[in-house]
Nanobody, 119 residues
Framework: VQLVESGGGLVQPGGSLRLSCAAS????????MSWFRQISGRRREWVAV????????NYADSVKGRFTISRDNAKNTVYLQMNSLKPEDTAVYYC?????????????WGQGTQVTVSS
């Protein structure tokens, strides 16, 4: 399993970025995908999730209404569209999935992509 994030960078407050996570090594369409973020010195926190079959979504309160998670199963890619960015959104963003083998779940993480919101 491999997850590779891209799309991070420096953006001014109020700006937008779209993160991508390219997945391989598992049946992407059968798995829910999540985005997490880690602010320097703090625990990693969950941001958003998208379901595998119905594409249902859920968001942390801190990003609800500003961020949108989506997926393209044909491209094995999950996205995070981030609008109205705030300095407190500055973090390393990770995509994550969990596979189940022999009844046991295993988490996989990408390497992360840095998002910096600053003027």
């Amino acid at each position: 399993v491999q997850l590779v994030e891209s799309g991070g960078g420096l953006v001014q407050p109020g700006g937008s970025l779209r993160l991508s996570c390219a997945a391989s090594g598992f049946t992407f369409s059968n798995h829910a995908m999540s985005w997490f973020r880690q602010i320097s010195g703090r625990r990693r926190e969950w941001v958003a999730v998208i379901g595998s079959t119905d594409g249902s979504t859920n968001y942390a309160d801190s990003v609800k209404g500003r961020f949108t998670i989506s997926r393209d199963n044909a491209k094995n890619t999950v996205y995070l569209q981030m609008n109205s960015l705030k300095p407190e959104d500055t973090a390393v963003y990770y995509c994550q999935t969990t596979t189940v083998v022999s009844g046991r779940g295993k988490e996989y993480w990408g390497q992360g992509t840095q998002v910096t919101v600053s003027s």
